[in-house]
């Protein structure tokens, strides 16, 4: 059988399951109005928490970052490092509460990057079911001895760190802060204590929590800083700066030592073209707008929860969700696509997640929230989803 053959076989059988995936090409970035094929709809699935993929401000810095050059020219350790860059990176570890940070292409190469650094075959690394697919891949990829333990369950974490100190080597718990298919928490607290009292590392994917939770001291820092947690409770934090900053890009915060050890054996950091300064000039504006208008962190908190109130009142089997991300369960995957469609057609667009993304059954409409939502579209995207469930029929489950 040919190559072509075997794909078309892969291909006809996702098609088949209601799994195949396709891209929809957007005149413009939502704000949260979308331009797709012609017609205008009301987004309810961008990562643009704090509306500001759309600033002007960012937009006229990324402008002026671009004056510095279109692109890097190569990597951070030969010629690509700018000063915009040391900016960039020294405002991170500030708003963070680290000692320093370093700045990656994406959230999917830093935490490759980061593990694949850290841990050897004589390691072992120990890891929540839900966690993003970057974090699965580099738990793959790095060669320690991999251990997973269910979801949120901390019973699960205890066994597998016992299991890993029978082992020996050096144990790492990586952990989403913010489940980015379910919108829940890690319990963060309880993980740090299980991890001091069993000598092991840990290690927070905070793509979600940054720029939108922390505490009064850290209110950019994420979950980790929700939680009461600085760097000698999680000794790496990975934060991306394509959601809440609206721009692209990613980060590791945590020691100086960290950050040094990551610039030497990081191979994502050193064998990849550095951030175009482009980039890196609109991400330092994003910060800036997030540290002078706490504002919009409260706008989107109201915005949530305005919509779960809403939701509760039309009786909405939401999840229990504290975030942006707000699931609502259908089950099936083929239908959660028509549901989909339909809400599409009536001038909304809603994600709809299907296996393998999350677990087979478990197919929901993946709404997200922003601050740049008004409270009126939000009774409109209710209002509809409410119609189009009751006319498809669509059990929640």
Known sequence: MTMDQTLRQRLDARRRHNLYREVKTLDSVPGPLARVNGRELLAFCSNDYLGLATRPE???AQQAGAELGTGATASHLVNGHLQIHQQLQHKLAEVTGREAALVFSSGYMANLGTLCALLGRA???????????????GARLCGAHSLRFPHNDLEGLHRQLQRAAGRGGNTLVAVDGVYSMDGDLAPLAEIAGLCRAYGAWLMVDEAHGFGVMGNEQWPLAGSCAAAGLGQSEVQAIMGTLGKAAGNAGAFVAGSRTLIDYLVQFARPYIYTTGMPPA?????????????SEPQLARRLEDNIAYFRRRAARQQLPLTGAPGAIQPLPIGCAGTVMTV???????GFMVGAIRPPTVPAGT?????TLSASHSHCQIDALLDALTAVLRENHAVCR
């Open 123 to 137: 390691d072992n690394i120990i890891s929540d079911k839900f966690n993003h697919a970057s974090l699965i891949d």
């Open 340 to 346: 989909s469609a339909a809400l599409e057609r009536s």
């Open 279 to 291: 980039v890196a000039a609109g991400c330092v504006a994003a910060i800036d707008l997030m540290r």
């Open 363 to 367: 197919a929901r409409l993946r709404i």
């Open 58 to 60: 960012v937009i006229r």
